[in-house]
């Protein structure tokens, strides 16, 4: 075991890029993240949510989670899968993530670094899609599943289904996507009609991407965080951490919400007509965590999904964190976060939390 001296911090990371294709040929990549000294544990992957990046999992604290995970000796992979915004923009859907580049994404790791189990991280739409896949059987390498904030059951606040239902359809004829970055940078009429009624409405701050995160994703004012677990840095950074959006994704979870769990779209290689209709086609276990003041997916919607794994599966092992005085991202850069939420999904990692 490597001894660490001093915590881990941005200035350590030795980072590479890896290029891969997805399995219909689109082209992804892999962030790998190593520290001061070797790993000594085995690989873990961090998969983000819809309109941002791998970026996500290091903002300007003085710890992130990929910190912590260094320090305790994973070897770290930060995916950039078709939702990022460091990829050239393309519609997609949950299908095609599920299908195509989480598999691809997890046998590229296993390849590369000679593992033959590995575990994952996941958040909100990373979450959805990477459980999409694993409940289907199409990602037996991942042996833990640690899920922020929703996995198979979406559960959203009551003006969030307003939002959804009233406002998709006529989105789809207005534009492709949305985008949170029109709060610094609006592109054409449509999305300075759309700033200027978001600005109205959430008077919450002085962060116009802040205030329009709130109106893309969720009910609250801020819906994602509260700004007391931020600090000022972390508030500003956000600026340039969110992109756009497509629509479809939109139509896609307007159809889970209505049906009260995760489904298909499209017919993709793999996935199933529905994945609570029998029990999950994984060893793998899941550690599942819900902020409770998340108000983008109420903590119901972990709740439901952990229940579902229960009823398959009794033995214990699987569990859920929910999490008091967190939200939505919060989870992973609030200011207290390597106090409170990292130290969880270590011990979740390493098969040592408390059942």
């Known amino acids: ?80 899968w078709r939702a990022s915004i460091d990829l050239p923009p393309v519609p997609w859907t949950l299908d095609d993530a599920a299908a195509h580049d989480h598999p ?12 033959e189990t590995m575990k994952a991280i996941v958040h909100c739409q990373g979450s959805t899609s990477f459980c999409m896949a694993a409940v289907a059987g199409l990602l037996p390498g991942v042996d833990t599943v640690v ?37 610094d940078d609006p592109e054409g009429v449509f999305a300075r009609l759309v700033r200027a009624a978001v600005l109205t409405s959430h008077p919450e701050c002085d962060n116009a991407v802040c205030r329009m995160v709130s109106f893309t994703y969720g009910s609250g ?20 951490e969110f992109g ?4 479809s994704f939109f139509a896609q979870m307007a159809q889970c919400v209505r049906a009260g769990h995760l489904v298909s779209v499209s017919t993709r290689p793999g996935l199933p007509e529905s994945y609570v209709a029998e029990a999950p ?44 005085g967190y939200g939505h991202l919060d989870v992973f850069f609030g200011k207290d976060a390597a106090r409170d939420v990292f130290p969880l999904m270590l011990a979740e990692l390493r098969g040592e939390a408390s059942r």
């Open 1 to 80: 075991m490597a001894e660490v001296t001093s915590p881990t911090t941005r200035a350590d990371h030795r980072t590479e890029s890896h290029a891969f294709r997805a399995g219909d040929g689109l082209p992804l990549t892999l962030v790998r993240v190593r520290g001061r000294g070797e790993p000594w544990r085995g690989p873990v992957m961090l998969v983000h949510g819809a309109g941002v990046r791998a970026e996500l999992f290091r903002p300007p604290l003085p710890r992130t989670l990929v910190d912590a995970l260094l320090d305790d000796g994973w070897d770290v992979w930060l995916l950039n």
């Open 104 to 115: 691809a994404a997890v046998r590229y790791v296993l390849a590369a670094t000679g593992a």
């Open 147 to 183: 899920s922020n904030a929703v996995s198979l059951h979406p559960v959203i606040p009551r003006f969030s289904r307003l939002k959804i239902r009233g406002l998709t359809p006529a989105l789809t004829r207005l534009t492709p996507h949305l985008n949170p970055g029109w709060g």
């Open 221 to 240: 004012r801020p819906a994602l965080w509260s700004h007391a677990n931020l600090d000022e840095a972390t508030h500003d950074w956000i600026r340039g």
């Open 244 to 247: 756009e959006v497509p629509v």
């Open 281 to 324: 086609r994984t060893d793998a276990r899941f550690a599942f965590f819900a902020g409770e003041d998340n108000r983008c997916f109420l903590p119901e919607s972990q709740q439901l999904t952990w229940e579902f794994f229960q009823r398959h599966r009794p033995d214990g092992a699987d569990t859920l964190h929910r999490l008091p």
